[in-house]
């Protein structure tokens, strides 16, 4: 089945570290983001990547960091500079100007 | 301005009433209006979406109103059921791709 595939699906992090949320898709689709979910707040861009080796901020980048190394897939990196990074993160792709297509997510938590 | 805002946050109804949720935003330069459900623990999927030159568009018991005038637009569920019970987020894209999200509102339906 094509679809997006987020792993872990839970992630408790210590303060000071760093952490990886993997992404993965099989719909060949060429642009692929990163949401952050909060209560009350909507889904806001963290990342976005239209084509491979290719990336450009979203407007809450700060702390965050990216890669595309391939077309399938997009890790995003929760880096210690992040000051409240419990949240739940989502990962999506399209074609171009098309459907947002997205993961179920991965929650992470700050001990 | 890039803002949509929505409203109401959490919305209770009974089973088989109308759910009502509305969004407005300010920037002109949105061509594409979707919805979004998303279940509990889920990625939100595509409900619904609309171009800004109609007026309405339905897909059964799921109406999409848009009124251009006054940069609004609403999604109605009749008849609601308890299984309609999640978050749904309206959105708009900016010319070029990028998705602005609502805050989201939290239906619950009764039965």
């Known amino acids: 089945d094509g679809g997006i595939t987020q792993s872990p699906k839970y992630l408790f992090r210590k303060e000071g570290q760093n952490v990886t949320l993997s992404c993965e898709q099989n719909?060949?689709?060429?642009?692929m983001y990163w949401y952050r979910q909060d209560p009350g707040q909507g889904l806001r861009l963290i990342y976005y990547s239209q084509i491979v080796n290719d990336f450009q901020k979203g407007d809450i980048a700060e702390g965050y960091s990216v890669s595309r190394e391939k077309k399938e897939s997009f890790p995003l990196t929760v880096t210690s500079a992040q000051k409240n990074p419990t949240a739940f993160y989502l990962c999506a792709s399209s074609i171009q100007n098309g459907e947002l297509f997205f993961g179920e997510g991965s929650r992470l938590t700050v001990l | 301005q890039q803002q949509v805002k929505q409203s109401p946050q959490s919305l209770i109804v009974q089973k088989g009433g109308i759910s009502i949720i509305n969004c407005a935003y300010e920037n002109t330069a949105f061509d594409y209006f979707p919805w979004y459900q998303q279940f509990p623990g889920k990625g939100p999927a595509l409900l619904i979406a609309?171009?800004?030159?109609?007026s309405e568009k339905k897909e059964g018991r799921f109406t999409i109103s848009f009124n251009k005038s006054a940069k609004q637009f609403s999604l109605h569920i009749m008849d609601s059921q308890p299984g309609d019970s999640a978050t749904y987020f309206c959105?708009?894209?900016?010319?070029?791709?990028?998705?602005?999200f609502g805050q989201g509102t939290e239906l619950s339906v009764k039965p």
């Open positions: 609309i171009r800004p030159d109609v």
């Open positions: 719909l060949n689709h060429d642009a």
């Open positions: 959105a708009a894209r900016l010319l070029g791709g990028k998705l602005i």
